[in-house]
């Protein structure tokens, strides 16, 4: 048994290893965006700022898009070169809507950040009815319905980026997170099948990125503050935006922030009984109170659901 262990282990370190030998190839980011027409949808706060103000930088045209009009007042002020959007995604029309807006703004879509998102961190028993119904429209059916406006845009004009945040708990299957992780095992399983029926010659890319858990304030700092006190180190905005750039201008499909996340992936796959254990020693019973507090909170409770994100 102890063999075995060791040899899962070896196996799972060998990925890692091979995936920072991919990682060494790397393409000129300013040059890949510089004049390009860029959208970032939940750009006006979390990673979304974070891939617009990179952008930005690099000389990109950029239309943020979010439903938080106070952000967006406040990016303008930031970043005046920056064209925005206020809407809601995830209301009926509105992918077609930001597609004829965004062309009409940019001229050309050539890439769109489709970031928008929401998170729940609490039990899945303390979830509502409308919160799950709220969470499977932002992260998942919003995201299909984008993709089904902008597919034919990017197919008719000969090619184009669609580049989608998903999460590490698509492969790492984490607890308080069952719902999210379940929109997001079926957002990165829908790209994965959609890139399948693209024509060979298309030049669409479609590519996803799995961050860990990530200081983003979609929920309470306190709560994730103690997670990553009791285990590993969280993730920011600003390196998850600029692993993302990366990873698209080198025309990568699935792409991953940090090296250990590959190693987390390949230890679930083949030692899930590992990862079984770390999670029960780091979310004990009083870590799930603390979040079932805070989601009784109102205020916490709509900002989880993007009500006032």
Known sequence: MKKLGKLVLAGAAGAAAYALIK???????????????VVVTGGASGIGLCLVDLLDLCGARVLAVDMDAEALAALRESLPDVETLELDLATPGAPEEMVRIATDVL?????????????????FLSMTDRDIERLISVNFQMQVLLTKALLPVLL????????????????????????????KGGLN??????????????NVQLSIIHPNMTRTGLVAEDLFEEISRRSFQLQTAEQVASRFLQG???????????IPDHFYMWLERLAPGVLTSLFRAVITVDLQQMAEDLVEDSKIRRQMLGDAV
Not at 161 to 175: D, F, M, N
């Open 23 to 37: 990682r060494s190839r790397r393409r000129d980011v300013a040059g890949f965006f510089e004049g390009k027409g």
């Open 107 to 123: 001229g050309r879509i050539d890439v769109c950040f489709s970031n928008a998102g929401i998170i729940w961190a609490a039990p």
């Open 156 to 183: 008719d004009q000969g090619g184009g980026v669609i580049a989608y945040t998903g999460s590490l708990s698509s492969y790492v299957h984490s607890p308080m997170h069952s719902v999210y992780t379940g929109t």
């Open 189 to 202: 399983n829908f790209v994965l099948a959609v890139r399948r029926e693209l024509p060979a010659d298309s």
């Open 248 to 258: 698209v201008a080198n025309g990568d499909r699935q792409i991953f922030v940090e």
